[in-house]
């Protein structure tokens, strides 16, 4: 039998969520434990989440929060939204908002920004300029390149490029499994 590693139970809640209500874009486990990582980092930190999804994201960032540490995150989807509130109803920490990622702005800077839904392509200077001096901003959901600059498609991957080179950042692109990648980077102080 294959031992797992164990899973925290508001993760593992928000994925059955997810499976029930048919969301597939959940963040994998990889991801989030980068994601449980990056908040740990922070403990007196503002951390931020656009895209809250069926939670699952939200719940791997949570189990890295430290105790002054506070949570935001923000999804369009009224009832996805709904749900994320409901299920960290109970911690003072934690603020999910209902509606367009810029309503993330007035709790800037972050000191950790997950740009997972709205954004990350729509706006990616003004994600960079969100961040505190030395913040942590995670993107996933890229396709690894062995190519400088980066491909996708066959084609230069522009908004990889553009995280990977901003000259406020310096910043990386790690494996989360064999077939995808997520960008790291600090904000520069
Ligand atoms: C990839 S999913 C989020 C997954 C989640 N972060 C996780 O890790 O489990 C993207 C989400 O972003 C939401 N979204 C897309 N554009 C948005 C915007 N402009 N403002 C707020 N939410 C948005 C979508 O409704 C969707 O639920």
Do not use: N
């Not at 509606?99 to 007035?106: F, I, Q, S």
């Not at 190519?147 to 406020?168: C, I, K, M, N, S």
Request: aromatic share 8%.
């Amino acid at each position: 039998m294959t031992r797992q590693r164990p899973v925290p139970e508001t993760v593992t809640a928000a994925e059955r969520f997810a499976a029930a209500s048919g969301f597939t874009k959940s963040c994998s486990r990889e991801v989030g434990r980068l994601l449980a990582a990056t908040a740990a980092a922070k403990p007196h930190g503002v951390v931020a989440e656009s895209g809250t999804g069926a939670g699952v994201g939200t719940a791997w960032l949570h189990s890295g929060l430290g105790p002054a540490a506070r949570l935001v995150t923000v999804e369009r989807d009224t009832p996805l939204a709904t749900r994320a509130d409901d299920a960290f109803a109970d911690d003072p920490r934690v603020r999910v908002l209902a509606g367009d990622w810029r309503l993330l702005v007035p709790y800037a800077p972050f000191d950790v920004f997950f740009c997972d839904g709205g954004g990350k392509r729509d706006d990616p200077e003004a994600v960079v300029g969100l961040l505190a001096p030395g913040g942590i901003l995670v993107l996933d959901d890229f396709t690894p390149s062995a190519d400088w600059p980066p491909r996708f498609q066959g084609e230069v991957d522009e908004l990889r490029l553009f995280y990977l080179t901003h000259p406020a950042l310096t910043a990386t692109e790690v494996l989360t499994s064999p077939g995808a990648s997520a960008v790291v980077a600090v904000r520069m102080a």
